[in-house]
């Protein structure tokens, strides 16, 4: 079993910064990739930033600049620094993280989400 945990949302007026931390847990071989994602009220899900096991990122276009993915790999863990933040930011954010917990299959895993609001 794999468990990805975030933490790290509230509430933050525009301009500010959060950062948001997942934690994966559980029968680990190794770790693909990881992702966040994010999901406005009506709005469907969407890809906000991926780091690979090599350190390569990719980022959506509105984040770009404003956002940061890194990662502890001694700690199984994938951290988003936000800063400048919108209200058009505002969303429940995923983790998500490629495993592979039996060579050579790899399975997609979701952490529950945590909200972010930003507002004045």
């Known amino acids: 079993q794999v468990q990805l945990v975030e933490s790290g949302g509230g509430l933050v007026q525009p301009g500010g910064s959060l950062r948001l931390s997942c934690v994966a847990s559980g029968s680990i071989f190794s770790i693909y990739a990881m992702s966040w994602y994010r999901q406005a009220p009506g709005e469907q899900r969407e890809l906000v930033a991926t780091?690979?096991?090599?350190?390569?990122?990719t980022y959506t276009a509105s984040v770009k600049g404003r956002f940061t993915i890194s990662t502890d790999n001694a700690k199984n863990t994938v951290y988003l620094r936000m800063d400048s933040l919108k209200p058009e930011d505002t969303a429940v954010y995923y983790c998500?993280?490629?495993?592979?917990?039996?060579?050579?299959?790899?399975?997609?895993?979701w952490g529950q989400g945590t909200q972010v609001t930003v507002s004045s």
């Open positions: 780091i690979t096991n090599g350190g390569t990122t």
């Open positions: 998500n993280a490629d495993i592979v917990v039996r060579p050579p299959t790899v399975i997609d895993y």
